[in-house]
């Protein structure tokens, strides 16, 4: 039985050359994979890469003080770290700070601006029903149709259209009768439900209805006009203070930009949906019908009943009270018209999106429903300058860490010193490629403790080294040949080898789950060279040994090798001895 386990042995050892080709190839793959994709530097976070830190701090609505506590504020950092990942930008650093402080950091990079803008506009999201627009500079009132003259049953093909347009998803839109056209502004006001009534052609304010009731709804109404005709949303600081203070329940003005990049702005109806409403947003390139890039939206149970109400009322208006607006933090990031009931629980809009423009509304969409109002307290511009000084001298002190280690194998390994260095080698050329391919592929972005954790990994790998190179050294010392020497040594190097980088993956893999922030940076590359380095010592160093055993420098000892047995103190080979027999009785004892 021993003489098919040795044949099986022999014929691994003598083919070792299988697993250096191996390795050598997935390293040639993931450089050649590097310089393809354009990535051929890691990422860097924002303490080497510089980048934006925002402080926001929650503002409760009037009479909910108690809105801001411990649940609240850990839901809107959730929230915020999905809007941020969800622009792909990698990372972001969100973290409550007191009671009610978020501190944000982003690092300068791909759609870094987009995220700055995102994350500074933190009020709720709401669909509101439009009941007036114009253009800011009074131009008139904006037209929401691509053809306002056309057939209502028109679609949109071929270019894009100005207007976005909600829809069922996947269905046609079926003509709608509209309303007779005349009700006043005022009227719809006070109405304090769906308006069913449209503004003036050039946005001029209507007069109050004569069969009004009058009374405080009507002055309500009155002042509200008054002032959507002084609002200015060209300036930003009257942008930034529109709808301040303005519950949910109450109309309310609100400016944004249309398709032109012109400010409109606009008299809201109390907002029908919020953004807790919908379940899933997402940009979808709608190549079948020629509608280009759309925003898909399904809602939950609830939200799809109140969607389909509201739909249903606007249906039956005419432009611009045919439109509902999404609201973010009194923006209008758009205004769809219907010109149906959306009863299905699902919705699409399509209009003048590109792919950028869609992805940003179908990110607020599902990212939206914040449980706190944030106003932006600071915004600071952090620079490089420090971090690169701190990675300068964390890349000095690494690379006297790594001579010492060289110096050390070679004072004391010698010729082995040879396979030891050429394996950190190995093992360099991985870490880089791979950390520059997770960039793109996951957002991982190398920083300061990151560093850390690949300086840490070369004491890690050297150390496993050290242990199979001393199991070898033992094998000399009782009396073996080189050869089988490497080969008995490996299963005790292995077990051991594999104890402790499992322990070193699993405090990486704790240290990660367990800890936010820069933190994890560390935790991430140091259970990614403790990973790297058990393919390294099984693909390259054993192999590499085991060839260079066959080599005479190596294989007879030379006192440069690193293995010669007089300098280790080798014992003779040992000898069989027969054992005594035992003595045979006779007959006669």
Same mark, same amino acid.
């Given at each position: $039985?021993?003489?098919? @386990? +040795? ?8 083919? &070792? ?34 980048? #934006? ?16 506590? @411990?649940?609240? $504020? ?5 929230? %915020? ?26 690092? @300068? ?7 700055? =803008? ?36 028109? =679609? ?17 839109? *079926? ?8 009700? !006043? ?22 007069? &109050? ?27 930003? +600081? ?44 997402? /940009?979808?390139?709608? #190549?079948?019908?020629? /509608?280009?890039?759309?925003?898909? %939206? ?5 939200? !799809? +009943? ?29 205004? &769809? ?26 990110? $607020? ?125 490996? *299963? ?22 367990? #800890?936010?922030? =820069? ?22 160093? =054993?192999?590499?040994?085991?060839? $260079? ?22 014992? *003779? ?13 006779? @007959?006669? /004892?």
């Amino acid at each position: $039985m021993a003489t098919p @386990k +040795k044949g099986r042995n022999a014929s691994a050892q003598s083919k &070792p050359g299988r697993s250096l080709a191996l390795i050598l190839i997935a390293i040639a793959a993931l450089t050649g994979g590097m310089f393809a994709s354009g990535h051929t530097k890691p990422r860097l976070g924002i303490d080497l890469a510089g980048g #934006t830190s925002i402080t926001l701090r929650a503002v409760p609505e009037a009479g909910n003080e108690a809105a801001i506590n @411990k649940t609240n $504020m850990d839901t809107a950092v959730s929230i %915020m770290e999905r809007r941020v990942n969800g622009l792909g930008v990698s990372e972001s650093e969100v973290q409550t700070q007191g009671r009610e402080n978020i501190i944000v950091n982003i690092p @300068k990079g791909t759609n870094s601006e987009q995220a700055r =803008k995102q994350v500074g506009t933190t009020a709720k999201l709401y669909f509101r029903p439009v009941i007036a627009t114009e253009i800011a500079g009074g131009q008139g009132t904006a037209s929401p149709s691509p053809s306002p003259t056309g057939s209502p049953t028109d =679609k949109p093909s071929g270019k894009a259209t100005d207007k976005p347009e909600a829809t069922d998803k996947g269905s046609a839109s *079926p003509s709608a009768s509209p309303t007779t056209q005349g009700r !006043a502004v005022t009227d719809a006001l006070k109405a304090d439900a769906t308006p069913s009534a449209s503004a003036s052609d050039k946005g001029d304010k209507a007069s &109050p209805s004569p069969s009004g009731s009058g009374g405080t709804a009507e002055g309500d109404a009155n002042a509200l006009q008054a002032k959507y005709a002084k609002l200015d949303c060209t300036d930003e +600081k009257t942008r930034s203070s529109v709808g301040d203070g303005v519950k949910a329940s109450d109309p309310t003005l609100a400016c944004g930009k249309n398709a032109q990049g012109q400010w409109q702005k606009y008299i809201l109806g109390p907002a029908e949906v919020d953004g807790t409403d919908v379940d899933k947003a997402q /940009a979808v390139l709608n #190549t079948q019908t020629g /509608a280009g890039w759309t925003v898909t %939206m399904d809602f939950t149970d609830a939200g !799809a +009943k109140k969607f389909a109400d509201i739909t249903g009322k606007l249906a039956q208006n005419q432009s611009p009270q045919n439109q509902f607006a999404i609201v973010l933090d009194g923006d209008v990031v758009s205004d &769809p018209y219907v010109r149906q009931a959306l009863t299905g629980g699902n919705a699409e809009i399509s209009g003048n999106f590109n792919q950028q423009s869609a992805q940003d509304l179908s990110n $607020m969409l599902s990212y939206g429903a914040l449980p706190l109002t944030f106003k932006v307290d600071s915004m600071t511009t952090v620079t490089a300058a420090l971090g690169g000084d701190q990675l300068q001298a964390g890349l000095i002190a690494g690379a006297i860490g790594l001579a010492l280690v060289v110096i050390y194998l070679l004072a004391y390994y010698r010729g082995l010193s040879f396979i030891a260095i050429l394996s950190l080698l190995v093992s360099a050329a991985l870490t880089y490629t791979l950390m520059s391919l997770l960039g793109p592929a996951i957002g991982f972005a190398l920083n300061l403790p990151a560093v850390c954790g690949a300086i840490v990994a070369i004491g890690i790998t050297a150390d496993s080294f050290i242990v199979y190179f001393e199991r070898v050294r033992d094998e000399i010392r009782e009396g073996r040949s080189l050869r089988p020497a490497v080969e008995r040594a490996w *299963p005790r190097a292995r077990r051991t080898i594999l104890v402790s980088d499992f322990v070193s993956f699993l405090a990486a893999a704790v240290l990660f789950i367990v #800890t936010v922030g =820069k933190v994890q940076g560390f935790a991430f590359t140091l259970g990614l060279t403790t990973l790297l380095d058990v393919v390294v010592v099984f693909l390259f160093t =054993k192999p590499l040994l085991t060839l $260079m055993a066959r080599r005479p420098f190596f294989a007879n000892g030379h006192k440069w090798s690193g293995l010669d047995p007089k300098s280790l103190g080798a014992q *003779p080979p040992l000898r069989r001895t027969r054992r005594p027999s035992a003595p045979v009785e006779t @007959k006669e /004892a």
